[in-house]
């Protein structure tokens, strides 16, 4: 039974852009165990008044790895280099693998924008393994309806499968390396127990409602939880009221990670050249 070994507040809210004012959890700037994931930024509810000019952040780009945007409340538009885009709302997924490298641009979609209204949305960073760091970019537009939801043992609640298998549903993000991504929401006091890959790095993000974890660990609302890796079994239950809970998994890829900005990669050659292929227009351009 997987236990709590790290409970993280976040650091201070900051805006990314004018448009996501985030809280970060963890960035691959420490060296600490959360491998394949290299970022994690939640933005927590906050409400936007009607406006004229999407908000969100401008053209920039990455490479050597996937952007998966949950957009949980509001509407996010997004375009790329590589000739993907689209609009995400709530309930939907977007996995962007940059790859060698996309310029991709985020904002809030025109609708948002002219009605205003709550936004809340999560980012998450995966990393690729050296040997698919510069393969074509390639972009999954994952709707809500397309994600399967599972009924949890002990009627606890539900969870969609975003990525990953749970309780014999698969989600439909293709992925590099094995990963979980599982939106949970927990029925007050019904503890649940769900089945893990063992080894696989393990992450709760609570993001309504409080989580206790093996039967003892609470975990509060906005907090990440740090579980073992060792252990198949995830005991979960929502304490006092119904809570949402994001469940990341992943095979830990055991390569060395050396990021810059929006790049991360093996090597500090390897991020030489992408500021090099960047600014020479190699990664493309936002027409
Ligand atoms: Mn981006």
Do not use: C
């Not at 994690?40 to 952007?67: E, I, M, Q, S």
């Not at 309930?91 to 490298?101: E, H, I, K, L, S």
């Not at 040997?131 to 009627?155: C, F, H, N, W």
């Amino acid at each position: 039974m997987k236990r709590v070994q790290q409970l993280r507040h976040g650091q201070a809210m900051h805006w990314v852009g004018d448009g996501f004012p985030v809280r970060t959890f963890f960035s691959y700037a420490e060296p600490l165990p959360f491998s394949p994931f290299l970022l994690l930024d939640y933005a927590a509810p906050n409400t936007f008044a009607k406006g004229t000019k999407p908000r969100g952040v401008g053209p920039h780009p990455h490479r050597g790895f996937a952007t998966v945007t949950l957009a949980l409340q509001g509407e996010i538009a997004h375009r790329d280099s590589a000739g993907h885009g689209g609009t995400i709302g709530p309930g939907d997924v977007q996995w962007m693998t940059a790859a060698r490298g996309v310029v991709h641009e985020e904002l809030h979609s025109d609708r948002f924008t002219s009605d205003g209204g709550v936004l809340e949305m999560v980012q998450l960073w995966v990393n690729l393994p050296a040997r698919a760091k510069m393969t074509p970019p390639s972009y999954q537009d994952l709707r809500a309806d397309a994600i399967p939801t599972v009924a949890l043992p002990g009627e606890a609640g539900s969870a969609r499968v975003v990525a990953g298998t749970l309780l014999g549903a698969t989600g439909p993000a293709r992925t590099v390396t094995p990963v979980e991504l599982w939106d949970v929401t927990l029925r007050a006091g019904r503890p649940t127990v769900l089945p893990f890959r063992q080894g696989h790095t393990t992450l709760l993000l609570v993001t309504r409602g409080e989580v206790v974890v093996a039967g003892e660990d609470v975990v509060p609302a906005n907090a990440l939880a740090v579980l073992d890796r060792f252990g198949t079994k995830l005991v979960l239950q929502a304490k006092g009221g119904d809570a949402r809970v994001l469940v990341l998994g992943g095979e830990p890829i055991d390569e060395p990670v050396v990021g810059h900005g929006p790049f991360v990669m093996n090597t500090w050659p390897e991020i030489r050249q992408a500021v090099d292929d960047f600014q020479s227009g190699r990664m493309g351009r936002l027409e």
